[in-house]
């Protein structure tokens, strides 16, 4: 029978594409729905909570989009850092001669995923007391999500066909070649999976920035809830699921439209 | 105050939180390994319910967790129940997903025997397709544990109970005493745990799955 | 063992019709399959013969139309206490890997509530049927065996709760030819014994003449081109759809499917291990025959050999002459099997046997005479 093995089913939950990227074109549809629909609500709704002054303030659409911009580059600098580092590491990991260190870095991803985000900011703002915030948050997110990239780009390699890999080496292809030519754009799907995973992991966790004085919409919450303003505080949840939903179908999109055709 | 003696120190008080951690978790999990067996079993059969479940589950999943929690602070106060309502969400993906995907991918010619030999629905369910997902399921009851055990720490900001407490405190003394040993015992504590649950599973699925089905 | 024979079948005007779809999948098949036969329902694919044959236990539920098994109304029953009662094996044997091999052997008896021990002789009483040591294979996963292993515990499943109906859907498809062979061959003894009523769908034609006591011809929409025996197809086919089926060598194939117990057999004088010799001399005499078979008193297995000139001036019983018979054939050989025996040994006289019990004898001439008839029939057609 086909009960799929273990490290499959592992893929089929972390970064297998999800139905919006193998389903049809309907289901790309459907988050944008969601996003606007939430969009909408929200307005509406602090709209009729008929917010008071200090938590107009804090609603105030420069300082939204601030918090936003700040967000945005949180998430966009760590994942560059990320990818920059995981794609080529995961690469030279999964060369013949470091095959054997597989298991454990899959292991140690494995259990990573216990690890608490808010844990790793903490820690390292306390170590760097006098480091920039921002940056201190872009090392935690960058150390927090480099294992599952590095662990999407080696399964992506591992599960081609070995025997599509030596059909290339033995019609006289180069090792680089074979590489470039067949062993990449056969893992692209799930390596351009893991490449969305990474983009919203680091979306959420740039939330907790906040924290550290980095900013972000975390600090939408963080102020909502110290100052017990639930519009605040909704509004910036919205805001930071409605932005990860985006991210999410955009990663969705380069899936579908990127992927080498035929695979 | 080196680590180890803050860790022997406040010894009591940090079992209390591991145990309150552990037990949320647990909890947490539990439920969402019901949910999602239930919302699996129901909808598995039909291609566009399984769809319309795993999408519903891939969207709560997609929203950041600390906006998950801060989205039910409205709803349920500061406490616990927000917290173990955020965590139960925040599970139910990799459960509802590798169940589906289990039970789906039980080979049709399985069902077809045992339905030839006069099982009824309930009893091709029990004895054969779950038995026979098992292992798949399993798995995704692990990774949503993993998750959930990272993410758990965040229910200290929502005043709920486990280790995110030192992780807080570690926070709030930033630059005083003890900062980084809080910090540090709340996310050690954490990853043993994490490192403790994955242990027991690979246990469970020894002692839970069938011999004719490892390879 | 108890010993449930088969029962017979009948289809009525059974069409199934599936949504959406113009054609039936079946349409109005009327048959009747006997008791204790094995039907063959052969035809390419998408000829509908899975189908009928998962209608017989309600697998597939029908549109329209009577199933009547044993003159009962299949539809009136519960669907699944009905599949309980019927046997059914699938491709590779459809084997659950998470349970053992008597696991999946008892499941039917554990449904019906069976008590343990019952249910623990069953299993190993079926094992050693189907030729599988108990101790060496009952606490063994299906991956543990080998395909022709795992078709094997197949068969016993189905037969786990005696059931007089047998449903097999292309049983020997996944293994070797050699394997498949040798499971046709146990499936034919066990039928030799228990005589149930089998359905056996295939798309081998090959299988089908081996196999079955009738063969269905089937067509698009399960049309019922040719229902008859072996022998007969393969001597008048009735149209180009089963010539074709039949391929090249229809009269070669006549010679693996006519059966010795098919042909007019020779006949000897048969006596009594206590006659007394003298009087058999005399009675060969009087029939101008040279050679007397000596049958066991209660099996009616030919045990001696005795011929007239050794009892010339003999007296006392005939069990102290002559010799001991060495070599027999079944009825259920082919004559292509009786030639090569008969050809093998030096015996001019081969007793015939059908369930171990005489039944008549061939010479080389009888089998080459029933072989030149067969050619001729299958020339002309």
Not at chain 1, 6 to 30: F, K, N, Q
Not at chain 3, 145 to 150: I, N
Request: glycine share 8%; charged share 20%; net charge neutral.
């Amino acid at each position: 029978m086909t009960v799929t093995t273990e490290a499959a089913v592992e893929v089929a939950t972390d970064v297998a594409p999800s139905p919006s990227a193998t389903g049809s074109a309907w289901h790309l549809l459907i988050t944008p729905a969601i996003i606007v629909a939430a969009g909408i609500a929200l307005f509406v709704g602090v709209r009729a909570a008929e917010p008071n002054e200090s938590e107009l303030r804090s609603l105030e659409a420069s300082f939204v989009l601030r918090l936003l911009g700040q967000h945005i580059s949180l998430a966009a600098v760590s994942s560059v850092i990320v990818l920059a580092v995981a794609i080529p590491v995961g690469i030279a990991l999964s060369r013949k001669g470091a095959r054997l260190v597989t298991p454990a870095i899959l292991g140690i991803a494995n259990i990573g995923q216990g690890a608490p985000a808010i844990g790793v900011i903490v820690i390292l703002a306390v170590i760097l007391p006098t480091a920039a915030p921002f940056w201190v948050a872009i090392l935690a997110l960058s150390l927090y999500s480099v294992l599952p990239a590095l662990r999407n780009t080696m399964v992506g390699l591992q599960q081609v066909d070995p025997a599509l890999v030596e059909a290339g080496r033995g019609i006289g292809m180069s090792a680089t070649r074979t590489l470039l030519t067949v062993e990449l754009p056969l893992a692209a799907p799930i390596m351009l999976a893991g490449i969305r995973t990474t983009l919203v992991l680091n979306v959420g966790v740039a939330a907790l920035a906040a924290f550290i004085g980095a900013g972000g919409l975390g600090e939408m919450i963080a102020a909502g809830v110290k100052l017990q303003q639930n519009v605040v505080l909704i509004t910036g949840s919205v805001l930071i699921a409605m932005l990860a939903l985006g991210i999410d179908w955009l990663g969705a999109l380069a899936e579908r439209y990127l992927r080498p055709k035929g695979v | 105050m080196s680590f180890w003696d803050y860790v022997t120190s406040r010894w009591d008080l940090l079992a209390f939180e591991t145990y309150q951690h552990a037990s949320m978790v647990f909890q947490c999990v539990l439920a969402a390994t019901i949910i999602g067996l239930a919302v699996a079993i129901a909808s598995y059969r039909t291609p566009w319910l399984a769809n319309l479940a795993t999408g519903t589950a891939s969207v709560i999943f997609t929203v950041p967790s600390f906006a998950l929690f801060g989205l039910m602070i409205p709803l349920f106060g500061l406490g616990v129940v927000p917290s173990v309502v955020a965590l139960t969400l925040y599970a139910l993906l990799p459960i509802i997903r590798n169940c589906i995907v289990g039970l789906a991918g039980v080979d049709p010619a399985m069902v077809d025997a045992a339905r030839g030999m006069g099982m009824n629905r309930a009893m091709v369910l029990a004895r054969v397709e779950l038995p026979l997902a098992w292992p798949v399921i399993l798995t995704g009851i692990r990774v949503s544990t993993m998750l959930t055990m990272g993410v758990a720490a965040i229910a200290a900001y929502v005043s709920g109970p486990g280790l995110g407490d030192e992780i807080f405190s570690g926070l709030a003394r930033l630059g005083g005493a003890n900062a980084l040993n809080a910090a540090l015992a709340g996310t050690i504590g954490i990853i043993l745990l994490a490192l403790l649950f994955d242990a027991a599973y690979i246990l469970i699925g020894r002692l839970t799955t069938s011999r004719g089905l490892r390879v | 063992m108890s010993d449930v024979g088969g029962v017979q079948i009948d289809l009525r005007n059974l069409t199934k019709r599936y949504p959406g779809q113009k054609k039936p999948a079946v349409d109005d098949v009327t048959m009747t399959i006997n008791a204790g036969e094995i039907v063959v329902f052969v035809g390419p694919s998408g000829s509908g013969k899975t189908t009928t044959m998962k209608l017989i236990n309600r697998l597939i539920e029908p549109t329209s139309g009577e199933i009547l098994i044993n003159g009962e109304d299949a539809r009136r029953k519960k669907a699944d206490d009905l599949r309980r009662h019927i046997g059914y094996v699938i491709q590779a044997g459809g084997l659950f890997p998470h349970m053992t091999v008597a696991d999946n052997i008892a499941i039917v008896p554990k449904i019906l509530k069976w008590d343990k021990k019952r249910i623990a002789a069953r299993v190993d009483e079926l094992l050693a049927m189907v030729g599988l040591e108990p101790a060496v294979y009952a606490q063994r996963y299906p991956r543990q065996l080998s395909g022709g292993q795992q078709q094997r515990v197949g068969v016993a499943r189905a037969l786990a709760a005696d059931p007089p109906v047998l449903l097999m859907d292309e049983p020997f498809g996944a293994v070797d030819p050699i394997t498949r062979a040798k499971l046709q061959d146990e499936l034919l003894s066990l039928q030799d014994e228990l005589s149930k009523t089998i359905v056996f769908v295939t798309h081998d034609f090959d299988e089908a003449v081996k196999i079955g006591d009738r063969i269905a011809v089937l067509a698009e929409g399960s049309r019922i081109v040719q229902y008859a025996e072996p022998a007969e197809i393969l001597a008048n086919p009735a149209d180009d759809f089963v010539r074709g089926f039949i391929g090249e060598n229809g009269a070669m194939k006549l010679l693996n499917v006519t059966r010795v117990a098919d042909i007019d057999l020779d006949e000897a004088l048969t006596v009594d291990p206590e006659a007394d010799a003298a009087e058999v001399h005399r009675a060969l005499a009087d029939r101008d025959e040279h050679w007397a078979v000596v049958l066991d008193r209660t099996a009616g297995r030919p045990v001696r050999w005795v011929n007239r000139e050794e009892l010339a001036d003999a007296s006392g019983p005939v069990e102290g002459f002559g010799g001991p018979v060495d070599v027999t054939i079944s009825g259920r050989s082919t004559l292509q099997e009786a030639l090569e025996a008969l050809l093998r040994s030096d015996a001019e006289l081969v007793p015939v046997v059908v369930k171990r019990r005489y039944r008549g004898l061939v010479t080389l001439n009888t089998v080459q005479q029933a072989i030149a008839t067969l050619r001729e029939r299958a020339r002309k057609s």
